[in-house]
């Protein structure tokens, strides 16, 4: 069901929302981007007539543990956003529980009257959530007459509040949230676009991380373009000299693999002429530029070079359909940040001249971010982990169960 068609008036709606924000030492919300992401279907729901009982997570309270071997509550518990979540949406009832399950979470469901907000504790606190537990998942969906998962960011887990959830309501009673609604329309929209040339910028440290993103890639682009710290595994298993260079020998054959597979399939591979090198990984390392495959030992690479930007940049403007999954460089480090800098800036050209562009699943949305020009693309996804799955061509748990 699309959520545009549920009827919320008088009902109560269980919500997964991704509230798993970046929190300070003194546990004040330092980026509530996921919280105003959440917005628009939390409204919609109380503007037509219904009440809100918002689940997530936040962090990894299982993987942090105090040293009694419990939980850590005090840090992980939700009630570090609800002042945020207030501001978010003046003049709403906003409450709060700390508990997820149990007779008093029950009773507060209960009683939330239409155009109010419940929020329940952290759901990683209980044990069946990361098992996808279906007593567990039973009792959150007890308290709601219908699901809406909008926490796309989420959706590569096969969770209870995420997937087996589901199972409890019926398809009319339940839908994906707007966010997610978007990220799956502009993510299939990106990938399976015949609006050619297709072009994919691909970057980040490592290839093991997007080895599988590359393989499906090849089945659907035109160009894909190797950038940041992977392109030196590429440079190395080409005969390249890449000094101290981030790279991953046990991977050297599948990149030589890849190129074959690219070539077989057509598709044009570009890799870096030149790259900005420095004598340490750090912001004030000294610094030059060598054509690629000619760096010095003790020198590492650390940013692409003008060529290569240019190059990139020539490909970028022409196509009419973009990917970019990862940096370019170590743009954390201003003085490597210009490759990244560079290429966000021809996204947005090509975006302007009418390409659809699609950035996510990795650290490239930061990089846009920082750069200021997020809202220069055509969509900036939300879900690091989760997009670069649904890129990498897998069936997401928290979209197939809605599907089921
Ligand atoms: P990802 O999360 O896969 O998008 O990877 C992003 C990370 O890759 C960023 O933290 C970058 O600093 C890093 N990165 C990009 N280029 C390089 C490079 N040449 N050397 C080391 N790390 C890099």
């Keep these: 069901m699309k959520i545009n068609s549920i009827n919320f008036n008088g009902k109560k709606a269980l919500v997964r929302v991704d509230f798993n924000v970046p929190l300070d030492d003194n546990y004040n919300v330092t980026d509530d981007n996921r919280i105003k992401a959440a917005v628009p279907t939390i409204e919609h729901i109380l503007n037509n007539g219904g009440a809100a009982i918002l689940v997530s997570h936040l962090g990894r309270p299982e993987k942090k543990l105090l040293p009694d071997g419990s939980m850590n509550k005090e840090r992980f518990t939700l009630e570090h956003v609800v002042d945020t979540l207030r501001q978010n949406l003046p003049g709403r009832v906003v409450k709060f529980i700390n508990a997820i399950t149990g007779p008093a979470v029950q009773d507060a469901a209960n009683k939330l009257q239409p155009g109010e907000v419940l929020l329940l504790e952290n759901t990683r606190f209980d044990k069946g959530e990361k098992k996808g537990d279906e007593t567990f998942a039973q009792a959150l969906a007890a308290l709601a007459d219908v699901y809406i998962n909008d926490a796309f960011g989420s959706a590569h887990r096969e969770h209870a509040s995420t ?181 966000a800036e021809y996204v947005a050209k090509a975006t302007e001249l009418g390409a659809f562009s699609l950035i996510g699943g990795g650290d490239s949305v930061a990089a846009v971010k920082q750069m200021g020009l997020l809202d220069k693309v055509s969509f900036a996804s939300t879900g690091g982990g989760a997009m670069l799955e649904f890129l990498e061509g897998k069936e997401l748990p928290g979209i197939k169960a809605m599907e089921a």
């Design 163 to 343: 997937a087996t959830v589901t199972k409890f309501f019926t398809p009319e009673n339940r839908a994906f949230g707007f966010l997610m609604e978007n990220e799956i329309i502009n993510a299939t929209k990106a990938l399976n676009s015949d609006t050619r040339p297709i072009t994919a910028i691909t970057g980040g440290a490592k290839v093991s991380d997007k080895l599988l993103l590359l393989e499906n890639l090849l089945n659907r682009v035109d160009n894909l373009i190797i950038g940041g710290g992977m392109s030196y595994t590429f440079s190395k298993a080409q005969g390249g000299k890449i000094g101290n260079s981030i790279c991953e020998d046990d991977k050297m054959e599948l990149a030589l693999d890849l190129l074959k597979k690219a070539a077989a399939k057509g598709v044009n591979v570009i890799l870096p002429l030149d790259t900005k090198i420095a004598d340490g990984f750090s912001n004030d390392a000294n610094t030059k530029f060598v054509e690629a495959g000619q760096i010095p030992d003790n020198w590492e690479g650390l940013d692409i070079g003008p060529k290569t930007i240019d190059l990139f940049g020539k490909v970028l403007l022409e196509s009419k359909t973009i990917l970019w999954n990862g940096p370019v460089g170590v743009f954390e480090f201003e003085n490597f940040a210009a490759g990244t800098r560079a290429i």
